[in-house]
């Protein structure tokens, strides 16, 4: 406990508060429950040494009253719906304490706090405010009908900000006066907030586990962290960095759908302040609460720098390419090295005899050296060369490997005889062929790196000669990424080099390291072309393709909605994909992931031509409308709702479960009620009522949409609805009137459509009961401007519908003067 100081801080008695109340652990009791087990401790207080909420009047001798109330947790505070129990308190709430003259501290041991449900507050708040009054006006004093519904009123009003998970002590110290009565008041103090055990902000932040800790340095990675309970709506995702220039931070990027029965979120990373980073960089993350700014323990989390090319094709591309002429010199040593040596075979080296093959005098010694090279090479292709593997060569003798070498070099020397005379190069590629399946140090082959290098004539050349050997796999090898070179060729968009390798039987069904086939890759570059090649070539042998999910659990639908190409989108569909699949991971379908991603015509086209399920479910129960709302798009969410979209579903996330204040006193209340429920059954069994209240539901895209994310500016809309914290450029008589003028006119709803940019929403309007009516909302919930609304009636030729909305202007426009004069006039 810390003391009060001997001289005074302020001109005379004070009032102080020594210790505070212990602001979490503490639960708050209903009084169907009984009374409390133990008083409030204090903030200090220990298992061996409990401290109790404590306070003293400074620079005053004699005698004073304390008194301590509820209050709440807003500024200013405001009297309190629960009630302080236990000793010296009163039915009103209210404690009190008389101390002097010698020791004036009050400690209060035994406080419990009793909650009010919420059935019960706006008639304790009222009695609350009616007593205050009285205290200013006398105990006599008589309210008028006007006073009560003045006091009904700000009971409600207040009843509706509470917060009835947190409240705060209210100390107040009075002196007496002359006629020794405690009148004298002095400031009061106010304790900090104290969180009721059971609700989600009582709970201490801890973040228990992530499955990552580090990601690009771009953002976007998605990553999963799990903690103890918070509030959905009440909680952020800090990324931050200290240094000597104020430091950085940022915060991760989720809705409310993303934070899974308050035990786990699922969050995108922020983009570091320094996209340029050259090597590793590590920051800090924590929770941390909007209300209290609460925090946890921070954990790091290190950004890398981006990998622009993670297939790698342009590493090797950069790689340097040998000379076309090398010149063997031998290894050190010469004659006596275990190889050839500068101009002869001796020692141990594998010209056994010492003697010059009669080839190499003939053709030289370098040209020989190079047959013998192929002729080795050629025998460790035959049997399957692999990385840090290299098998027991054959024995050859000094005959055997002179009579192939000799045949070698002939066949060698024809082809580039006959290479000459022709310019075919298959002849030269004829003679090597048993070297195709040869691969260097990143697993590719010949055919691999022709397509890297870009090389269409090449590949073109060697897909002949590979189509040539019988019973080979070698258009299907993959390389240490598990990249077959039709893969590769998707990757660098080589559309006549993909059409060369599906003719010649290049495997579409094999995956990459990331379980894609081409058709994934195609979907997730987004290049048309590409994937136009690829559809003409995937028959119904491959129609499983477009309905199979990668390592990721995401099927070409998916990859291609994430890149918004809406010819890809089609064309896939129209090929067998099917438009309401769900992706493995969390259940998404396409429309899931473009409300998402808030990609509006991507959802429109979804909807509208490809007949996307509106109301699909993901594994949680969430459905395109309650994304819409938790992410705070107006525009989808009217869109959904004119698309068929049902406001009533409900997800599997329990009301009970939610964080929100109207939510968690729907929970207190079903608690009283069973446990009622249950002490009538004990005493009076016949009077149980027969359909006792039911386990609450799950979040409505309503429900979600009241959350403090998407509460200010307004995230979830219904038709007539327009926003309320701006000013709308149409009211609805002017709406009304305006739709009643386009009716009369028959005006073509996709021709107006047109005019104002939502051609893609005139299919989708033109089903709905008042067509004209929903387009124009949608267009001003959108943030259309209404010059370009007038714009396009005048190319309408709707002078009538012109006339009415510059009537409106002006009027509009001398309500504001009106408004500023009245103000200047008041300021005077």
């Known amino acids: 406990m810390t003391l009060c100081l001997s001289f005074s801080t302020a001109n005379g008695p004070y009032l102080q508060i020594i210790e505070e109340p212990k602001q979490r652990g503490f639960r708050f009791r209903y009084e169907c429950e009984g009374p409390s087990h133990g008083g409030l401790p204090g903030a200090s207080s220990e298992k061996n040494k409990k401290t109790y909420p404590t306070v003293k009047v400074c620079n005053y001798m004699g005698y004073a009253r304390v008194e301590v109330q509820l209050v709440t947790h807003m500024d200013p505070p405001r009297v309190h719906a629960h009630s302080l129990v236990g000793k010296h308190c009163n039915e009103s709430g209210m404690c009190s304490m008389e101390v002097g003259p010698t020791d004036l501290t009050a400690q209060f041991n035994n406080l419990g706090i009793l909650h009010i449900t919420k059935k019960g507050v706006l008639e304790v708040l009222s009695k609350r405010l009616r007593e205050e009054k009285l205290k200013q006006k006398g105990p006599n004093y008589h309210f008028t009908d006007a006073e009560e519904q003045e006091i009904l009123k700000e009971a409600k009003e207040l009843g509706n900000k509470m917060d009835l998970n947190v409240v705060r002590l209210k100390f107040t110290a009075y002196l007496p006066d002359g006629d020794g009565d405690y009148t004298r008041a002095l400031k009061p103090a106010i ?79 922020p983009k570091y302040h320094t996209p340029d980073i050259e090597r590793p960089v590590t920051v800090f993350l924590q929770l941390k609460r909007r209300k209290g700014s609460d925090c946890s323990e921070p954990k790091q989390f290190t950004y890398v720098p981006h990998v622009q090319d993670k297939e790698e094709v342009q590493r090797k591309k ?109 002849l030269l590629l004829a003679v090597q062929r048993q070297l195709y399946s040869v691969q260097d140090e990143n697993g590719d082959t010949p055919l691999h790196l022709a397509i890297i290098h870009q090389q269409p004539a090449v590949v073109q050349q060697l897909v002949y000669m590979i189509s040539t050997i019988p019973q080979q796999q070698i258009l299907n090898i993959r390389n240490h990424m598990s990249q077959t070179p039709l893969h590769l060729a998707v990757i660098t968009k080589q559309h006549k080099v993909l059409d060369c390798l599906l003719k010649a039987g290049a495997d579409p069904t094999l995956v990459d390291r990331d379980g894609r086939s081409v058709l994934h890759l195609a979907a997730d570059i987004g290049d048309e072309f590409v994937l136009r090649v690829l559809l003409t070539h995937l028959k119904e042998n491959y129609s499983h393709l477009f309905n199979t999910a990668d390592y990721h659990g995401l099927h070409p639908l998916h990859l291609a909605v994430k890149k918004g190409g809406e010819r890809c989108l089609r064309a896939l569909v129209l090929c067998g994909a099917r438009v309401n699949a769900a992706e493995l991971k969390s259940g998404n379908t ?63 996330e329990p009301l009970f479960l939610s964080s929100s204040d109207e939510e968690d006193d729907d929970k207190e209340d079903e608690a009283v009620e069973e446990m009622s429920m249950q002490q009538q059954i004990a005493s009076s069994p016949s009077e149980v009522p027969k359909n006792p209240r039911k386990r609450a539901g799950g979040h409505t895209p309503l429900d979600l949409a009241r959350c403090q994310k998407v509460r200010n500016p307004p995230h979830f809309l219904p038709l007539t609805a327009s926003f309320p914290t701006a000013k709308p450029q149409m009211d609805i008589e002017t709406l009304s009137k305006l739709c009643g003028i386009l009716s009369q006119a028959n005006v073509p709803l996709r021709q107006l459509a047109e005019k104002l940019g939502m051609l893609t929403l005139a299919d989708l309007y033109q089903e709905s009961p008042s067509p004209c009516q929903h387009l124009l909302e949608n267009y001003q919930l959108g943030g259309g401007q209404l010059e ?41």
């Open 318 to 426: 950069k790689k340097p390419l040998p000379h076309s002429f090398d010149p063997w010199n031998g290894p050190p040593g010469g004659a006596a090295g275990t190889g050839r040596g500068p101009g002869n075979f001796g020692g141990s080296g594998r010209g056994g005899n010492g003697k010059k093959p009669q080839l190499c005098e003939l053709l030289g010694d370098d040209f020989c050296a190079d047959c013998l090279d192929f002729e080795v090479a050629a025998v460790l292709a035959k049997v399957s060369l692999r990385p840090h593997v290299v098998p027991p060569l054959p024995p050859l003798t000094a005959s055997m490997l002179q009579n192939r070498a000799t045949q070698t070099a002939r066949r060698t020397a024809r082809a580039l005889l006959d290479y000459c005379s022709t310019g075919d190069v298959c």
């Open 788 to 828: 370009t609304l007038v714009e396009a009636l005048q190319s309408l030729g709707l002078n009538e519908g012109v006339k009415l909305l510059r009537q409106t202007e002006l009027r509009d426009k001398a309500q504001s003067t009106g408004s500023s004069n009245i103000g200047d006039s008041q300021g005077e």
């Open 191 to 269: 304790s900090k907030p104290i969180y009721d055990s059971k609700s989600p902000n009582a709970s201490n932040l801890k973040i228990s586990r992530m499955d990552k800790t580090c990601g690009s340095v771009l953002g976007g990675d998605e990553i999963f962290l799990l903690c103890d309970k918070v509030q959905k709506d009440d909680i952020d995702i800090r990324f931050f960095e200290e240094d000597k220039e104020g430091g950085w931070e940022d915060f991760g990027d989720f809705s409310p759908t993303d934070v899974h029965k308050q035990y786990a979120i699922v969050f995108k990373t």
């Open 590 to 652: 396409a429309l899931h992931i473009a409300v998402r991603e808030n990609l509006f015509k991507v959802a429109c086209m979804l909807i509208t031509e490809l007949k996307a399920d509106v109301n699909a479910s993901t594994f949680c129960g969430n459905t395109p409308l309650h994304l819409a709302a938790s992410l705070g798009s107006p525009t989808l969410c009217s869109m959904l709702v004119a698309a068929g979209a049902r406001k009533d579903l409900e997800n599997d």
